[in-house]
């Protein structure tokens, strides 16, 4: 029996002198399907993760992860294809979004399924942005898909948040990646993950290079709004030729707009703004507050809707994890001392 106690206190003693490491997820779209390859990665490292806290979509696989359900997630996303991406765009008339989002946290519920954070297996915070203040917004307590609602909300494509007197939009204007929101939860480690590395570059305004003029659009965001717009485009054909025949000032000013001339569609100029700045921000945050292990997969060829890639993103998330953590020995991460201000995994360059 006193053998059993001192086991039972030495056992004690050990647990609480362990790390504890908090995942900070950051923003992405559909290059946040990533996340999903990373965290299989960490669990396959044997490392535990102690706290979750997320950004836009980091948020929301964060939030299904801390809820223990992340393989019906991953299988989920494995059967997308454009026409289940864009079952999901729920118009609005556009007010102060041209989403709704509801189809989002339906989503959501259906695998987090709890009632609000303090009842998840694993500690999760959501990150926003109040837009009529511009502070960062931490959800830590409260209605579990109102906080990845509210995380995930665009500005300008998704309507914004309403919650306790804010007005929420995406948590990726203030914070990216939220490792200061992990390091807040009382992670000694932080485990950060950016997908923002290289995607201006990669996507911003792809379908402007004639190369992409040709069947390559099938996967693009244009070429999926064209197919899911194609019955209403046919129905407004008549109405554009005779606008365009028209002699008068609105004709020509139609004329002007309907022009040939190769300019982002009203998605693109949205996306591409937030993703310049994001990408600023991250870099600005990450080295104001930089994780003990940085993750950045090389996405910057993955579109804001190509969902249908899920395999491949998770793949490179995957892979990219497990090369990071396999250069650094295990145990370096556990003696880690958060102060040190050095990542453990180097930069996160791919090798």
Known sequence: ??????????????????PKVGLALGSGSARGLAHVGVIRAIEDAGIEVDFI????MGALIGAIHAAGKLDELEATFRTFDWKRTASFF??????????????????ARAHIRADSIETLPKAFAAVATDILSGEEVTI????????????????????????????LVDGGLTNPVPVSVARAMGADIVI???????????????????????????????GLFSRWVSDYRLSMK???????????????????????EALPNIFEV????????????????????????????????????????????????YEHTRRQLAAQPLHALHATSPASGSPVCGTGVSP
């Open 1 to 18: 029996m006193e053998n059993t106690a001192m086991a039972s206190k030495t056992t004690g003693s050990n647990a609480a002198r362990r």
């Open 53 to 56: 806290a997320g950004t836009s």
């Open 90 to 107: 729920d118009v609005v008339l556009p007010k102060s979004g041209l989403l709704d989002g509801a189809r989002i946290s339906e989503l």
């Open 140 to 167: 830590s307590s409260g209605d579990v898909i109102e906080a990845v609602r509210a995380s995930i909300s665009v500005p300008g494509i998704f309507t914004p948040v309403r919650s306790n007197g804010h007005v």
């Open 192 to 222: 950060a993950v950016d997908l923002n590395r290289e995607i201006i570059a990669g996507k911003n305004m792809k379908p402007l290079l004639a190369a992409e003029k040709t069947s390559a659009a099938e996967g693009s965001l244009s």
């Open 238 to 260: 008549d109405i554009r030729r005779k606008l365009l025949a028209g002699d008068n000032h609105a004709s020509a000013q139609f004329r002007k707009w309907a022009s040939s």
């Open 270 to 317: 949205l996306l591409a703004s937030i993703n310049i700045m994001e990408s600023s921000i991250t870099q600005t945050r990450l080295d104001l507050d930089r994780p003990e292990v940085i993750i950045q997969p090389p996405l910057g060829h993955i579109r804001f809707l190509e969902f249908d890639r899920a395999e491949e993103i998770i793949a490179i998330g």
